[in-house]
T-cell receptor, first 114, second 112 residues
Framework: AQKITQTQPGMFVQEKEAVTLDCTYDTSDQSYGLFWYKQPSSGEMIFLIYQGSYDEQNATEGRYSLNFQKARKSANLVISASQLGDSAMYFCAMSYYGNNRLAFGKGNQVVVIP | DVKVTQSSRYLVKRTGEKVFLECVQDMDHENMFWYRQDPGLGLRLIYFSYDVKMKEKGDIPEGYSVSREKKERFSLILESASTNQTSMYLC???????????FGSGTRLTVV
């Protein structure tokens, strides 16, 4: 079974600093995708970034980058220059079953302080 | 802009009632999903559908059923609501994975 692990406790981050959120995964599939989502207090799930298992370059989207280390089965999210609006729960997820299913980790709470 | 719409933001139902949660997407996506989210447990897949009238069980299908009569609409049904089904329910749809799965804004269901 696919398993996504996010073990960090809630994090406080100073505004304008970078923060790294850890994610490890376990799968026997060769083809899979890795995602990060942001869920602010309003509840909607906002897609941030995607990394395919065959992509050789780390994905980047604006202030978000995904540090993909395939051999270690890790897909850490880096948020650069944190903003107050980055305060949210962050979920790591992995697609499997031919990308027809998405398994989620339990999330990391991030609070950005001025 | 692509959209997934869930019909209710908040819902309160009584134990034993039959409950329908509706989800509509306007992106012509093949795949649609229902998740429930509980504190400390993350999101867990209840059911998904990869085509009209096609459905597959997810990780926690017990106590739920689904209906997909039209491509754009995916309904989650609680046959006889119980208090342990009090949760946030999230619908999603997807096409190419690199575009992410698009989620609705969620339905917070309370069963009393």
């Amino acid at each position: 079974a696919q398993k996504i692990t996010q073990t960090q406790p809630g994090m406080f981050v100073q505004e304008k600093e970078a923060v790294t959120l850890d994610c490890t995964y376990d799968t026997s599939d060769q083809s899979y995708g890795l995602f990060w989502y942001k869920q602010p207090s309003s509840g909607e799930m906002i897609f941030l970034i995607y990394q395919g298992s065959y992509d050789e370059q780390n994905a980047t989207e604006g202030r978000y980058s995904l540090n993909f280390q395939k051999a270690r089965k890790s897909a850490n999210l880096v948020i650069s220059a944190s903003q107050l609006g980055d305060s949210a729960m962050y979920f790591c997820a992995m697609s499997y079953y031919g990308n027809n299913r998405l398994a989620f980790g339990k999330g990391n709470q991030v609070v950005v302080i001025p | 802009d692509v959209k997934v719409t869930q019909s209710s933001r908040y819902l309160v139902k009584r134990t034993g009632e039959k409950v329908f949660l509706e989800c509509v997407q306007d992106m012509d996506h093949e795949n649609m999903f229902w998740y429930r989210q509980d504190p400390g447990l993350g999101l867990r897949l209840i059911y998904f559908s990869y085509d009209v009238k096609m459905k597959e069980k997810g990780d926690i299908p017990e106590g739920y059923s689904v209906s997909r009569e039209k491509k754009e609409r995916f309904s989650l049904i609680l046959e006889s609501a119980s208090t342990n089904q009090t949760s946030m329910y999230l619908c999603a749809s997807s096409l190419p994975p690199e575009n992410g799965y698009t989620f609705g804004s969620g339905t917070r269901l309370t069963v009393v």
